[in-house]
């Protein structure tokens, strides 16, 4: 247990919908990022906040947004939902200052879109 | 922007050694990790590397050379448990803000398959 916590585990919906998952970062962490895991595409970072404001951004599609809310926990919004968008959505945390500040995983939300 | 390579998939037996190797380019390097994947489940860190040299952890080692792009994954002893999809990470230099961290990069992940 990484101390990272997502929901839902799974998620079912159809194309067009709008769906949020939700991560809780490890106790203490104040970075969280959003990676997409799809079978062809490996793990591809999305966006990263720190203390609420955001920090970096990968390969999000503009149908996507995120934000880190004043508790820490951060919301990944995923809008016109298409097929291609099922995939696995992890959410990470790391420490914020010192060491390898490596990051570590949540369990996922798997995401299908039928 | 980076570029990570390594093997797709490799086989090993158990008890054996297997080196997982992973080339790099990148801007700006500022530290390597690597992760276990099993199918399904959350990336788990195994070991990080920002000089050259060898780290070792128990049964895993990992070896960098910043000068060549270029690091491996060493496991030692292997156990059926080993099989997983193993990820080689580079975290770029980034813009250098007080308390935050940077992004990784992560290649595709080679599928060790670990034989009785």
């Known amino acids: 247990d990484s101390g990272v916590t997502q929901t839902p585990k799974h998620l079912i919906t159809a194309t067009g919908q709008r769906v949020t998952l939700r991560c809780s970062p490890r106790s203490g962490d104040l970075s969280v990022y959003w990676y997409q895991q799809s079978l062809d595409q490996g793990l591809q970072f999305l966006i990263q906040?720190?203390?609420?404001?955001?920090?970096a951004k990968g390969n999000i599609l503009e149908r996507f947004s995120a934000q880190q809310f004043p508790d820490l926990h951060s919301e990944l919004n995923l809008s016109s939902l298409e097929l291609g968008d099922s995939a696995l959505y992890f959410c990470?945390?790391?420490?914020?200052?010192?060491?390898?500040?490596?990051?570590?995983f949540g369990p996922g939300t798997r995401l299908t879109v039928l | 922007g980076q570029n990570i390579d390594q093997p797709t998939e490799m086989t090993a037996t158990e008890g054996a050694i297997v080196q997982i190797n992973c080339t790099y380019q990148t801007s700006g390097f500022n530290g390597l990790f690597w992760y276990q994947q099993h199918a399904g489940e959350a990336p788990t860190f195994l070991s990080y590397n920002v000089l050259d040299g060898l780290e070792e952890k128990g049964r895993f080692s990992s070896f960098l050379s910043r000068s060549k792009g270029y690091s491996y994954l060493l496991l030692k002893e292997l156990q059926m448990k080993d099989s997983a999809s193993y990820l080689c990470a580079v975290r770029d230099r980034g813009v250098i803000s007080s308390g935050s961290a940077r992004q990784l990069t992560f290649g595709s992940g080679t599928q060790l398959t670990v034989l009785p």
């Open positions: 990470a945390s790391s420490p914020h200052s010192g060491g390898a500040n490596e990051q570590f």
């Open positions: 906040y720190y203390n609420g404001e955001e920090r």
